[in-house]
């Protein structure tokens, strides 16, 4: 008798054939997202009257032409890495958390509410570890709130993150403008809504490197990616949760607790936004402003979503957001392209990933 693994054109070949289709097809779907956001890019740069070739060397300038504009994107891809790595957690369990602006600016607030209160002569290592915890903290009951509607009343995380960031986002203004909150003493009229400095001990150490603004949020990013990896791959814990994300049914009736399971990593990817926030409030210039998160929650959203479950991915997506961000300031500099104009071109790519992915999803049905 014949069986099926001795028969390869049975039993190999439709697998193969659906692998390498897929591949095709994330290849076609992604890659064509990149070229069109390119072009939308280039036409940006030709029309604010810029040379294309001048662009292109003040933006690779940019990224890696100083230790100082090469550090700032170590920074800014540490946030986007905390941000990615804990949507690749929730997303694991079948969870998609867009909530991290939100939860970036929880963080930063209770960041913000320890540091400037702390003692000014605390040393550093526990002073940094009490602002990094209080927004772990801040984060993960931010997100935990969405995470227990889902639970408990089934309700659609998508919506209620979504929703929480606006409600996150107008509590930043509210503290920085209201003296008896987290505002500065008012002393003239030219006083700017912000808390005051954090304490120098509170502040984020640099990481050493000559001219270089980067600080060991770069480090924090890695060892969360790791930590998250291991546990994801190499625990109970991770295939309990890509069961969950599976077949919730399944999981249950296997004896899985469900409920806790999904509740703890939406709450874990809230605490990793809320540590990405609270290193925004503790690097330079040390003090919780509106409009601090500038957008790093959606942009993390898209690398989580780029990553597509690997964490090795997060790290390199969020460096090269990272980079775009630095090169972009130079290409304002150098080339006299508006700034806006990355910001455009990153939000025209997130459009285009979210389609991708809606469109992948579809024609895997």
């Given at each position: 008798?014949?069986?099926?693994?001795?028969?390869?054109?049975?039993?190999?070949?439709?697998?193969?054939?659906?692998?390498?289709?897929?591949?095709?097809?994330?290849?076609?779907?992604?890659g064509?997202?990149?070229?069109?956001?390119?072009?939308?890019?280039?036409?940006?740069?030709?029309?604010?009257?810029?040379?294309?070739?001048?662009?292109?060397?003040?933006?690779?300038?940019?990224?890696?032409?100083?230790?100082?504009?090469?550090?700032?994107?170590?920074?800014?891809?540490?946030?986007?890495?905390?941000?990615?790595?804990?949507?690749?957690?929730?997303?694991?369990?079948?969870?998609?958390?867009?909530?991290?602006?939100?939860?970036?600016?929880?963080?930063?607030?209770?960041?913000?509410?320890?540091?400037?209160?702390?003692?000014?002569?605390?040393?550093?290592?526990?002073?940094?570890?009490?602002?990094?915890?209080?927004?772990?903290?801040?984060g993960?009951?931010?997100?935990?709130?969405?995470?227990?509607?889902?639970?408990?009343?089934?309700?659609?995380?998508?919506?209620?993150?979504?929703?929480?960031?606006?409600?996150?986002?107008?509590?930043?203004?509210?503290?920085?403008?209201?003296?008896?909150?987290?505002?500065?003493?008012?002393?003239?009229?030219?006083?700017?809504?912000q808390?005051?400095?954090?304490?120098?001990?509170?502040?984020?150490?640099?990481?050493?490197?000559?001219?270089s603004?980067?600080?060991?949020?770069?480090?924090?990013?890695?060892?969360?990616?790791?930590?998250?990896?291991?546990?994801?791959?190499?625990?109970?814990?991770?295939?309990?949760?890509?069961?969950?994300?599976?077949?919730?049914?399944?999981?249950?009736?296997?004896?899985?607790?469900?409920?806790?399971?999904?509740?703890?990593?939406?709450?874990?990817a809230?605490g990793?936004?809320?540590?990405?926030?609270?290193?925004?409030?503790?690097?330079?210039?040390?003090?919780?402003?509106?409009?601090?998160?500038?957008?790093?929650?959606?942009?993390?959203?898209?690398?989580?979503?780029?990553?597509?479950?690997?964490?090795?991915?997060?790290?390199?997506?969020?460096?090269?957001?990272?980079?775009?961000?630095?090169?972009g300031?130079?290409?304002?500099?150098?080339?006299?392209?508006?700034?806006?104009?990355?910001?455009?071109?990153?939000?025209?790519?997130?459009?285009?990933?979210?389609?991708?992915?809606?469109?992948?999803?579809?024609?895997?049905?």
């Amino acid at each position: 008798m014949i069986s099926f693994t001795q028969r390869p054109d049975i039993a190999a070949a439709p697998g193969t054939r659906t692998r390498s289709g897929g591949l095709r097809r994330d290849l076609l779907v992604y890659g064509g997202a990149v070229l069109i956001t390119l072009l939308v890019g280039l036409a940006l740069v030709l029309i604010s009257g810029a040379d294309p070739v001048t662009a292109v060397d003040a933006l690779a300038d940019g990224m890696f032409g100083s230790p100082y504009g090469f550090g700032s994107a170590l920074n800014a891809a540490a946030v986007l890495a905390l941000i990615g790595t804990g949507f690749t957690v929730a997303h694991r369990a079948g969870l998609v958390n867009v909530g991290a602006e939100g939860q970036l600016a929880l963080g930063g607030i209770a960041a913000a509410a320890v540091g400037v209160h702390l003692p000014a002569a605390m040393p550093t290592v526990p002073a940094v570890a009490a602002v990094l915890v209080a927004g772990f903290l801040a984060g993960g009951a931010w997100a935990g709130i969405a995470a227990l509607l889902t639970v408990w009343r089934g309700t659609s995380e998508v919506i209620t993150t979504l929703l929480l960031n606006f409600v996150g986002l107008g509590l930043v203004t509210l503290v920085v403008h209201e003296e008896g909150l987290l505002r500065q003493p008012v002393t003239s009229a030219d006083t700017l809504p912000q808390s005051p400095p954090l304490v120098p001990g509170a502040r984020l150490p640099l990481l050493g490197l000559q001219a270089s603004p980067a600080t060991i949020a770069v480090v924090l990013a890695v060892v969360a990616a790791v930590v998250a990896a291991i546990v994801l791959r190499r625990t109970a814990i991770g295939t309990r949760l890509a069961a969950v994300g599976l077949s919730e049914p399944a999981a249950a009736r296997l004896g899985l607790p469900v409920a806790p399971l999904k509740f703890g990593s939406l709450a874990v990817a809230g605490g990793l936004a809320g540590i990405a926030g609270a290193g925004l409030v503790a690097t330079v210039p040390f003090v919780l402003a509106e409009h601090f998160t500038s957008g790093y929650g959606f942009a993390g959203l898209v690398v989580g979503l780029l990553a597509r479950g690997s964490l090795t991915a997060v790290c390199g997506i969020a460096l090269a957001f990272g980079l775009l961000a630095s090169g972009g300031i130079n290409l304002q500099l150098a080339a006299g392209v508006p700034a806006s104009s990355v910001q455009i071109v990153q939000s025209v790519l997130i459009i285009l990933i979210a389609g991708a992915v809606i469109f992948r999803r579809a024609g895997a049905r």
